[in-house]
């Protein structure tokens, strides 16, 4: 039976599995991903079976992780390293950004990169500081660097086949408060292009974007709105670098308004792009201004405060309201 319902981080662990097992140039490397698999045990049970040279316990060196991980990919590995929490990302913002996301563009295209960064990444699990952190936007701004982040399980196994798969370097987002959310997944279905936006639910009066961890809140919003009369329809991103600007044009030239809905804080996240973006493309068809909604332009408050801090169900449907007013 290829059907399972499986949680997201049970996704990723099988679509890892299946991914070392087709190549074994596929690595894995981190810290605790071997012995401990992993703080949310995404890779449980993989070094056990594949052994110490393929799934590598690291020192506590997030540059360190990266560039090793730049150097195997030069020798025709393809490696899938494991940054930890949201927020430990940063030592290795250098090699990302400095070298990672420039080799392709540096050799004239003589030389790629198949690499993998997973970031677990988000609040909502009442974490202490630095753990609860939503930068997909300093990634989706750098040239050279795809950015993706699935919100069910079936995408989290698919997109990360598909990342692993990329000759180019992709930053993997995991909705961490996600993970235990259980979907059907066919791991013998022919998945969506990597980088594809996906209707979740139709409507006709309002468009709703978001992606990885927000998708399941403009769900519940859509569901909430229909018991009041209202036609909302939600599009998944899925990719944050490239956009699916074509599916979000064609959804609001259907609804004529559109709310961007993102964790992160709204002050210059994706949420401004896009509505930069269709703005410029769907002017016409517009019945009211882009609206976002997203994190306040302050740090990641102490875990008794984040559900202030998190855009829920009340904030996605006052944006509705306000657009709906116009």
């Known amino acids: 039976m290829t059907v399972q319902k499986l949680p997201i981080a049970k996704a990723i662990n099988e679509s890892l599995r299946k991914a070392m097992e087709n190549d074994p140039k596929v690595l894995i490397m981190g810290e605790d991903v071997g012995k401990l698999g ?28 990266v560039g090793t991980a730049i150097g195997l990919a030069l020798r025709g590995y393809r490696p899938v390293v494991e940054i930890q929490f949201d927020g430990f990302v940063f030592p290795a913002y250098d090699q990302i ?12 295209g003589k030389i790629k990169l198949p690499v993998v960064v997973r970031i ?19 990634f989706a701004h750098v ?11 079936s995408d989290a196994y698919w997109m990360m086949q598909q990342a692993i798969q990329s000759d180019d ?41 978001a992606y990885g961890p927000m998708v399941k809140v403009c769900v519940e919003a859509a569901a909430a709105a229909a018991e009041e009369g209202k036609s909302i329809e939600v599009l998944d991103l899925r990719s944050m670098s490239p956009i699916d600007f074509d599916a979000v044009q064609a959804s609001v030239e259907k609804t004529g308004r559109l709310v961007v809905v993102h964790e992160a804080p709204v002050f210059y996240g994706a949420g ?8 410029e493309r769907s002017f016409y068809h517009l019945e009211a201004p882009v609206l976002r909604v997203g994190g306040y ?3 990641y408050p102490p875990a008794r405060l984040e559900e202030e801090y998190l855009p829920g169900l009340d ?3 006052d944006a509705v309201d306000r657009s709906l007013a116009y």
């Not at 992993?38 to 590598?56: A, M, S």
């Not at 401004?272 to 703005?279: G, K, L, N």
Request: proline share 8%; glycine share 8%; hydrophobic share 40%.
């Open 315 to 317: 904030r996605v449907l």
């Open 143 to 153: 040239p050279g660097l795809k950015v993706v982040s699935p919100s069910n399980a």
């Open 38 to 65: 992993g703080v949310f045990r995404v890779t449980d049970g993989l070094q056990k079976d594949f052994g110490e040279g393929r799934v590598i316990d690291t020192p506590l060196a997030e540059s360190g992780i």
């Open 169 to 209: 370097p992709i930053i993997y987002f995991e909705p961490k408060r996600r993970y235990w959310d259980k979907s059907e997944v066919d791991t013998e279905t022919i998945p969506d292009p990597l980088h594809k936006a996906r209707t979740v639910v139709a409507g006709s009066d309002l468009t709703l974007v």
């Open 297 to 299: 332009h302050a740090p």
């Open 272 to 279: 401004a792009e896009i509505a930069a973006r269709i703005t």
């Open 120 to 138: 677990p990444y988000g609040g909502g699990i009442g974490a202490v500081e630095h753990h609860s952190e939503s930068p997909e936007a300093l």
């Open 97 to 108: 950004v400095t070298q990672l996301a420039k080799m392709h563009a540096r050799a004239l």
